[in-house]
């Protein structure tokens, strides 16, 4: 089942994300979260990289997609997921869950404007 918007662009209807895999050798590790600027200031390493989230679309199929990706286009579900596992403290994490479930509300509602 998709949903398909007035210009053609169609997206897969998630049921749900059911498992995660971080690949140790490339995702930032807690230890490296944070790293220091040209200023000598420290700040937190904004990055996605090596997590992958498997997604189950209601057709039942499932997918491994990039974090990245997942992010981008089911936000809410991604970050409800991250909380519910534990993983909401993971540095590919915990620079967006807390905003994105403070604001959810409002991203779903603009969701819902944009797919009328």
């Not at 997918?63 to 519910?84: G, Q, R």
């Not at 967006?96 to 779903?108: G, S």
């Amino acid at each position: 089942m998709t949903h398909v918007y007035c210009d053609g662009f169609t997206l897969p209807m998630i049921e749900g994300i059911v498992d995660y895999q971080k690949d140790e050798a490339t995702a930032v590790s807690k230890q490296d979260m944070y790293g220091v600027t040209k200023q000598g200031q420290r700040q937190q390493r904004k990055t996605t990289t090596g997590w992958r989230l498997l997604a189950k679309w209601k057709d039942q199929s499932e997918t491994w997609i990039h974090l990245k990706d997942m992010k981008e286009s089911h936000p809410v579900e991604v970050a409800k997921f991250a909380k519910a596992r534990g993983i909401a403290d993971e540095p590919a994490f915990v620079w967006w869950v807390p905003y994105t479930l403070r604001k959810q509300d409002t991203i779903l509602s603009a969701i819902k404007t944009r797919i009328r």
